[in-house]
Nanobody, 118 residues
Framework: QVQLVESGGGLVQPGGSLRLSCAAS????????LGWYRQAPGKQRELVAS??????????DYGDSVKGRFTISRDNAKNTVYLQMNSLKPEDTAVYYC?????????WGQGTQVTVSS
């Protein structure tokens, strides 16, 4: 059974940084695509960043609002994906969810709260 366990959320002041981690387990086929989404109160869930591995190459994609501030990376040996968030803004406040796709199925972590406030 696929499981995604997130960690690293919390409260940070505007301009600060946080690093989220997500450990994936339970797939005999590995995890080709790993990503982060977020959902703020009253808003739809949106893509933050995703990373896809093909051979030795990682392909990354970012939501427009985080380009240049957030960096996604992965450690394939640990089946772990990271999200380094810098220059955080109050509008980055949301629950952040880890996501992967195995075959036709989407899997989600339990979510971790990120609050950016002074």
């Amino acid at each position: 059974q696929v499981q995604l366990v997130e960690s690293g959320g919390g409260l940070v002041q505007p301009g600060g940084s946080l690093r989220l981690s997500c450990a994936a387990s339970g797939s005999a086929f590995g995890f080709n695509v790993l990503g982060w989404y977020r959902q703020a109160p009253g808003k739809q869930r949106e893509l933050v960043a995703s990373i896809r591995t093909s051979g030795r190459t990682n392909y990354v994609d970012y939501g427009d609002s985080v380009k240049g501030r957030f960096t996604i990376s992965r450690d394939n040996a640990k089946n772990t994906v990271y999200l380094q968030m810098n220059s955080l803004k109050p509008e980055d406040t949301a629950v952040y969810y880890c996501n992967t796709k195995v075959g036709p199925y989407d899997y989600w972590g339990q979510g971790t709260q990120v609050t950016v406030s002074s």
